[in-house]
């Protein structure tokens, strides 16, 4: 059984930075793809960035470009979230995601392994 396991939330100010990490056990971490999620309260759930299982391929969000950067260690079994240039409305709560496909995928439904999520908040 695969379980995720975010950490790196927080409080910070807008302009500033955060990384989130995620770390998956259970299953071969080689075999998933990954991703982040977000949701902010009232609103549905965001697609913010994936990578491939061979970190060939990244995709990001229209929204995180050029301000988020996703990247995946093997040796450590973890995927994380550079955010830089925060803005208020970045404030969510963020959800790893794994899926056993290949390439990358912004779609939420492809994904059938969650983590619990971690809260950013971006103060003004």
């Known amino acids: 059984q695969v379980q995720l396991v975010e950490s790196g939330g927080g409080l910070v100010q807008a302009g500033g930075s955060l990384r989130l990490s995620c770390v998956l056990s259970g299953r071969t971490f080689t075999t998933f793809r990954m991703g982040w999620f977000r949701q902010a309260p009232g609103k549905e759930r965001e697609f913010v960035a994936a990578?491939?299982?061979?970190?060939?391929?990244?995709l990001y969000g229209d929204s995180v470009k050029g301000r988020f950067t996703i990247s995946r260690e093997y040796a450590k079994n973890t995927v994380s979230l550079q955010m830089t240039s925060l803005k208020v409305e970045d404030t969510a709560v963020y959800y790893c995601?794994?899926?056993?496909?290949?390439?990358?995928?912004?779609?939420?439904?492809?994904?059938?392994?969650w983590g619990q999520g971690t809260q950013v908040t971006v103060s003004s």
């Open positions: 990578i491939s299982r061979s970190v060939a391929t990244t």
């Open positions: 995601a794994a899926a056993e496909r290949m390439g990358v995928s912004g779609r939420a439904y492809e994904y059938s392994n």
